[in-house]
C-alpha cells in the first residue's frame, strides 16, 4: 500500500513538476519570419520602367499570403513601410482618404492592422525614430509617423510629415 501511495505521490509531483516548466515558458509564436519582404521589383529599376504600367507594378508588388501569415509584426510593419505603394496616400484630397484606398490594395496593410500588438509595435518603431535627427530620418521613420497618426488621430512627433526637410 505504501508504494502505491508514493508512487502515486511521485507521479502527482512530476505531473505538478511538467507543469510548471509548461507554464513559466512563453507560447511560442506563430510566426516564423522575423525579415521585412523584400520585393522583386521596385522603383528606380530597369525591371520597375519595363513593366510599364501602374497596375503591373502594383500586382509585382503584392506580397504572397503564405509569407504575410508567417510574418512577426516588426517584420510585417517593415514590409509595409518599405512597399513601393504607400506614399499614394498623398495622392488623394486628404491623408486619410489616400490610406483608405492604399490600404483596400495591398493584404500586407490589411494583415498590420489584425495584429493585436500592431500599434504597440508602430509605437516602438516611432520612439525610436524620434531620436534621430532630421538628416538620419528616411522617408520610413516619416511614413510610420503618418501611420501613427492615422491610427491614433495624433502624431507621434511635433513636426508633421508635409512640412519641408
Given at each position: 500500500?505504501?508504494?502505491?501511495?508514493?508512487?502515486?505521490?511521485?507521479?502527482?509531483?512530476?505531473?505538478?513538476?511538467?507543469?510548471?516548466?509548461?507554464?513559466?515558458?512563453?507560447?511560442?509564436?506563430?510566426?516564423?519570419?522575423?525579415?521585412?519582404?523584400?520585393?522583386?521589383?521596385?522603383?528606380?529599376?530597369?525591371?520597375?520602367?519595363?513593366?510599364?504600367?501602374?497596375?503591373?507594378?502594383?500586382?509585382?508588388?503584392?506580397?504572397?499570403?503564405?509569407?504575410?501569415?508567417?510574418?512577426?509584426?516588426?517584420?510585417?510593419?517593415?514590409?509595409?513601410?518599405?512597399?513601393?505603394?504607400?506614399?499614394?496616400?498623398?495622392?488623394?484630397?486628404?491623408?486619410?482618404?489616400?490610406?483608405?484606398?492604399?490600404?483596400?490594395?495591398?493584404?500586407?496593410?490589411?494583415?498590420?492592422?489584425?495584429?493585436?500588438?500592431?500599434?504597440?509595435?508602430?509605437?516602438?518603431?516611432?520612439?525610436?525614430?524620434?531620436?534621430?535627427?532630421?538628416?538620419?530620418?528616411?522617408?520610413?521613420?516619416?511614413?510610420?509617423?503618418?501611420?501613427?497618426y492615422i491610427y491614433t488621430?495624433?502624431?507621434?512627433?511635433?513636426?508633421?510629415?508635409?512640412?519641408?526637410?
Amino acid at each position: 500500500m505504501r508504494n502505491k501511495i508514493s508512487t502515486v505521490v511521485f507521479l502527482a509531483a512530476s505531473v505538478l513538476a511538467l507543469w510548471a516548466v509548461a507554464a513559466s515558458k512563453p507560447p511560442a509564436s506563430p510566426y516564423t519570419i522575423d525579415t521585412p519582404y523584400e520585393f522583386p521589383v521596385v522603383p528606380g529599376t530597369q525591371e520597375w520602367i519595363d513593366l510599364g504600367s501602374t497596375i503591373a507594378r502594383r500586382k509585382a508588388c503584392e506580397v504572397p499570403d503564405e509569407i504575410i501569415q508567417n510574418m512577426t509584426t516588426d517584420a510585417l510593419l517593415l514590409t509595409v513601410l518599405n512597399h513601393p505603394f504607400l506614399s499614394d496616400m498623398y495622392a488623394f484630397n486628404s491623408i486619410e482618404q489616400g490610406y483608405v484606398v492604399v490600404r483596400r490594395r495591398f493584404s500586407d496593410l490589411q494583415e498590420f492592422e489584425r495584429r493585436p500588438d500592431y500599434l504597440e509595435v508602430l509605437s516602438q518603431y516611432c520612439e525610436a525614430s524620434a531620436s534621430l535627427s532630421d538628416d538620419e530620418k528616411t522617408l520610413k521613420d516619416y511614413m510610420a509617423d503618418k501611420l501613427y497618426y492615422i491610427y491614433t488621430g495624433r502624431f507621434y512627433h511635433q513636426r508633421p510629415l508635409d512640412s519641408p526637410r
